[in-house]
Nanobody, 123 residues
Framework: QVHMVESGGGLVQAGGSLKLSCVASGRTFSSVTMGWFRQAPGKEREFVGAVSRSGSLTYYADSVKGRFTISRDNAKNTVYLQMNSLKPEDTAVYYC????????????????WGQGTQVTVSS
């Protein structure tokens, strides 16, 4: 099982940038797909993007494509979410999660979750 802790959230103005980090414990980090999700108040948790086990493949929700970039460093058991050109609608709690699926965009495909980090974008 992979235990994860996110960090890097905060308050930023529209158009600004933030970089989230997610550090995972355990020796199986390099064998799992890592994803980022977000949940705004009153809304369901939604897929943001994910990275394959090796880091060679990344894929994103249309709402963040071209603005967000996911990367991972398996030597450091860490996955990152670089967020640029932030918009007020990006305000949410951001979660990292791990999946044994090769490709995953659904919440139910992820079985280990971090506690989340708040991102607030002011207009």
């Amino acid at each position: 099982q992979v235990h994860m802790v996110e960090s890097g959230g905060g308050l930023v103005q529209a158009g600004g940038s933030l970089k989230l980090s997610c550090v995972a414990s355990g020796r199986t980090f390099s064998s799992v797909t890592m994803g980022w999700f977000r949940q705004a108040p009153g809304k369901e948790r939604e897929f943001v993007g994910a990275v394959s086990r090796s880091g060679s493949l990344t894929y994103y929700a249309d709402s963040v494509k071209g603005r967000f970039t996911i990367s991972r460093d398996n030597a450091k058991n860490t996955v990152y979410l670089q967020m640029n050109s932030l918009k007020p609608e990006d305000t949410a709690v951001y979660y990292c999660a791990s999946s044994t699926f090769t490709y995953g965009t659904e919440v139910l495909q992820y079985n280990n979750w971090g506690q989340g980090t708040q991102v607030t974008v002011s207009s």
